[in-house]
């Protein structure tokens, strides 16, 4: 049973890009979570999604950022127009209902 | 806000027992701790979670005081592959994980 899959590991955009980090759950796991941390930060929670749901997006950024989790398919974190403040490590973590979280290694997005 | 409290950072001899501190003292009755720790920017690896008993698994055991106002988190055989950042976090499940600080564990030779 692999692990949360995310990719790219690594991404660097332009200032005003677009930035899509995929996350593929846990085979049996039907929640996403994602959390963003910072250079020398802590994680900070961002979103927390079920199939065609978000349940609690209170740390997601008002403006630019949006995440989705299809039917089929892995989940979507995208940053549009990204500045140079968006660089940081995103990670998604995966858990049945109701059970722990599981995380992913992280994409590393890097705005020059 | 984060409802813990952890040192900023430990050492550990590597092959003696590392022990954690966490304070949680507006800990609420359907709130679990969780402990979960990140190794040099990695993902976040779960270790192991408690509600009010004792708990041992493969890779650690926690002690969760009577009141369970703190707990306390034991790698019995500290390895320098053990170095991380620890965070202790409470919770009634793992929707939301409110991460803290947490402790800076250095294992030395």
């Known amino acids: 049973n692999a692990g949360v899959m995310q990719n790219p590991r690594h991404l660097v955009r332009r200032r005003g890009q677009e930035a899509r980090l995929r996350c593929s759950p846990m085979k049996g796991h039907s929640h996403v979570y994602w959390y963003r941390q910072l250079p020398e930060e802590g994680l900070k929670f961002m979103v927390y999604?079920?199939?065609?749901?978000?349940?609690?997006e209170s740390g997601m950024p008002k403006e630019r950022f949006s995440a989705e989790f299809p039917k089929e398919g892995p989940s979507i974190l995208r940053i549009q127009q990204v500045v140079r403040g968006d660089s940081a490590a995103y990670f998604c973590a995966s858990s049945p209902p109701g059970s722990k979280a599981f995380f992913g290694q992280g994409t590393r997005l890097t705005v020059v | 806000d984060a409802k813990t409290t952890q040192p900023t950072s430990m050492d550990c001899a590597e092959g003696r027992a590392a022990n954690l501190p966490c304070n949680h003292s507006t800990i609420s009755g359907n709130e679990y701790v969780y402990w979960y720790r990140q190794i040099h920017s990695q993902g976040p690896q779960y270790i192991i979670h408690g509600l009010k008993n004792n708990e041992t698994n493969e890779m650690a055991s926690l002690i969760i005081t009577e009141d369970r106002k703190s707990s306390t988190l034991i790698l019995p055989h500290a390895t320098l592959r053990d170095t991380a950042v620890y965070y202790c976090i409470v919770s009634e499940n793992t929707d939301k994980l409110i991460f803290g600080t947490g402790t800076r564990l250095q294992v030395f030779p």
């Open positions: 999604l079920q199939k065609e749901n978000i349940i609690d």
